[in-house]
């Protein structure tokens, strides 16, 4: 399966989940996840690196290894991407893309998707530049992702601007906005965070499956 973290405007948390959802999926259910990050050299993602050797003429050279997903960062897309993305599909479970706003790039990605989560925030701007993009995905594949939700937009609204439901809403999180300086994704190093139910929610699309209500019953009650 191949999912992919979209948006035309930066710094609206694609990053941020795009790492977290693969770390779950490979915390909770095992699963052998690529993180293919199209950022190059403002990746996140070389917080977890030892080496800014990152970069291979395929999809499938200089992969590293991680404790939380394997990796590959990229800053252009290889013509040869959809004959790499085939084999690396007889490789791992769930492949993700975390994708550079850069509107070629994204529509490139999107056509070879299962699942696409257009992640925005409750500003008009990041409404509007994504609602251009709306225009141009396979609405049928899209989720619509409200992150850093703080309910100056209703999400009503929100929902009637891009004529679908949001799938999720995910406010303000401390763990999602500090992981990083954990040098790990949420689920490694605070399995009773909150922001990990709203993970859940996205990898539901995955799996689906949600852990057990009883569950988080005992860690969020």
């Given at each position: 399966?191949?999912?992919?973290?979209?948006?035309l405007?930066?710094?609206?948390?694609?990053?941020?989940?795009?790492?977290?959802?693969?770390?779950?999926?490979?915390?909770?259910?095992?699963?052998?996840?690529?993180?293919?990050?199209t950022?190059?050299?403002?990746?996140?993602?070389?917080?977890?690196?030892?080496?800014?050797?990152?970069?291979?003429?395929?999809?499938?050279?200089?992969?590293?290894?991680?404790?939380?997903?394997?990796?590959k960062?990229?800053?252009?897309?290889?013509?040869?991407?959809?004959?790499?993305?085939?084999?690396?599909?007889?490789?791992?479970?769930?492949?993700?893309?975390?994708?550079?706003?850069?509107?070629?790039?994204?529509?490139?990605?999107?056509?070879?998707?299962?699942?696409?989560?257009?992640?925005?925030?409750?500003?008009?701007?990041?409404l509007?530049?994504?609602?251009?993009?709306?225009?141009?995905?396979?609405?049928?594949k899209?989720?619509?992702v409200?992150?850093?939700?703080?309910?100056?937009?209703?999400?009503?609204?929100?929902?009637?601007?891009?004529?679908k439901d949001?799938?999720?809403?995910?406010?303000?999180?401390?763990?999602?906005?500090?992981?990083?300086?954990?040098?790990?994704?949420?689920?490694?190093?605070?399995e009773?965070?909150?922001?990990?139910?709203?993970i859940?929610?996205?990898?539901y699309?995955?799996?689906?499956?949600?852990?057990?209500?009883?569950?988080?019953?005992?860690?969020?009650?």
């Open positions: 399966m191949i999912i992919s973290f979209i948006s405007k930066g710094g609206v948390g694609k990053t941020t989940l795009s790492i977290n959802l693969g770390a779950y999926l490979k915390k909770f259910y095992n699963y052998k996840v690529l993180l293919i990050d950022n190059g050299k403002y990746s996140q993602n070389l917080f977890y690196l030892k080496e800014n050797n990152f970069y291979g003429n395929r999809l499938w050279n200089d992969i590293k290894i991680t404790p939380f997903y394997h990796l960062i990229i800053d252009r897309l290889p013509e040869t991407y959809i004959n790499d993305i085939n084999y690396l599909k007889r490789v791992y479970d769930i492949i993700i893309f975390d994708v550079f706003p850069n509107p070629e790039l994204i529509i490139d990605i999107s056509r070879i998707s299962d699942i696409i989560f257009l992640v925005i925030n409750p500003d008009f701007y990041s509007y530049v994504n609602r251009k993009l709306y225009n141009y995905l396979e609405k049928d899209v989720k619509i409200v992150n850093k939700y703080d309910k100056s937009l209703d999400l009503d609204f929100i929902s009637e601007v891009f004529e949001v799938y999720c809403a995910i406010p303000m999180n401390k763990d999602l906005s500090i992981f990083q300086y954990k040098y790990a994704p949420i689920s490694f190093y605070n009773k965070s909150k922001a990990l139910n709203y859940d929610q996205l990898s699309l995955v799996t689906g499956k949600r852990i057990k209500k009883g569950i988080f019953s005992k860690i969020f009650g």
